[in-house]
Nanobody, 116 residues
Framework: QVQLVESGGGLVQPGGSLRLSCAAS????????MGWHRQAPGKQRELVAR???????NYAEPVKGRFTISRDNAKNTVYLQMNSLRPDDTAVYYC??????????WGQGTQVTVSS
């Protein structure tokens, strides 16, 4: 079974940066995509970024040019580098893994708060 563990959230001032990490245990060969979603209070969970096998990436329009998703295959870990953070980036960020035989798996989430 695959488990996802997120880390790196916290409090940051507007314009600052954070780097989120999500480590996936289990066999990486069954994971065809990993990504990050976020959910702010009173809002639906929304896509932030996703990376597929081979490195193809997808970003939500509000984060393009500010966030970068990447993978370290040796560590079976996905990262989200977040720069130029804005108050409306405040949310719980969830790691997502799409697994061939299992479906979609979610991490527990990590809080990101952008405030002066």
């Amino acid at each position: 079974q695959v488990q996802l563990v997120e880390s790196g959230g916290g409090l940051v001032q507007p314009g600052g940066s954070l780097r989120l990490s999500c480590a996936a245990s289990g066999s990486s060969t069954s994971i065809y995509a990993m990504g990050w979603h976020r959910q702010a209070p009173g809002k639906q969970r929304e896509l932030v970024a996703r990376i597929r096998t081979g490195g193809n990436t997808n970003y939500a329009e509000p984060v393009k040019g500010r966030f970068t998703i990447s993978r370290d295959n040796a560590k079976n870990t996905v990262y989200l580098q977040m720069n130029s953070l804005r108050p409306d980036d405040t949310a719980v960020y969830y790691c997502r893994a799409d697994i061939t035989a299992t479906g979609t798996l979610w991490g527990q989430g990590t809080q990101v708060t952008v405030s002066s």
